[in-house]
């Protein structure tokens, strides 16, 4: 693989710094409240050196969404177990116990993690005013983890694990809680002990009541 030079490295440091920086900034103020020029002020250059890398707020804008669908993917990818044919089977012994550590590991990332959290918060305010924004919040947090929990499930329910139902259906019962305790933990941080605890307490309850009795 060939090297960056010196100057090409800098200039990517650069561009990041840029989309890093106006993430934090756009995720506290919103797009429209925060200017180029606040955006460069926190990277420590001027405004007309901030053209250099990007050509308007615009841009950046678009380059933080590029990048979070990017960075949020790659933690799904980490942290939940994959589902192809060449998995098929996978989820044959899966227990509470399993889901349990498997969800809770990636509830904690999408909490704790700084910029992930900064990136849910800045397409909750901005799903109704960019488009592009309110794709991505629906594919990230909606259509994708929708599409993988109903295959799980899906799955688990041809095995005879868990019982009859529609697995979309089976999905959305799964689902909602968890993505109501992530909002609740951006309204109030101090709360995620609490709401880790509330979470592993769903997990077993959900499990209890679809998993197929084996006697």
């Not at 960056?4 to 106006?22: H, M, P, V, Y």
């Not at 969800?103 to 849910?120: P, Q």
């Not at 488009?131 to 295959?151: I, Q, R, V």
């Amino acid at each position: 693989m060939k090297k960056l030079s010196k100057e090409a490295t800098i200039i990517k440091n650069t561009k990041e710094r840029i989309w890093r920086e106006a993430l934090t900034l756009f995720s506290e103020h919103g797009y429209d409240g925060v200017s180029v020029k606040e955006i460069a002020q926190a990277v420590g250059i001027k405004d007309s050196s901030l053209y250099n890398h990007y050509k308007s707020k615009q841009e950046i804008f678009d380059t933080i969404l590029i990048e979070a669908a990017e960075i949020l993917n790659e933690a799904n990818d980490t942290y939940l177990l994959p589902l192809t044919l060449e998995t098929e089977g996978l989820y044959v012994d899966i227990s509470a116990e399993d889901l349990t550590e498997m969800f809770v590991d990636a509830f904690t990332f999408y909490l704790t993690d700084e910029t992930a959290a900064k990136i849910r918060k800045l397409l909750v305010s901005e799903q109704h005013i960019q488009k592009f924004a309110g794709d991505l919040y629906n594919e990230l947090f909606f259509d994708s983890p929708m599409h993988y929990l109903t295959s799980l499930f899906n799955e688990l329910i041809q095995q005879g694990t868990f019982i009859k139902a529609d697995p979309y259906t089976t999905a959305m019962h799964f689902y909602a809680p968890l993505h109501f305790l992530i909002r609740r933990c951006d309204i109030r941080p101090d709360l995620v002990q609490e709401n880790l605890a509330y979470l592993e307490n769903h997990i077993q309850q959900f499990d209890q009541i679809y998993r197929v009795d084996p006697k």
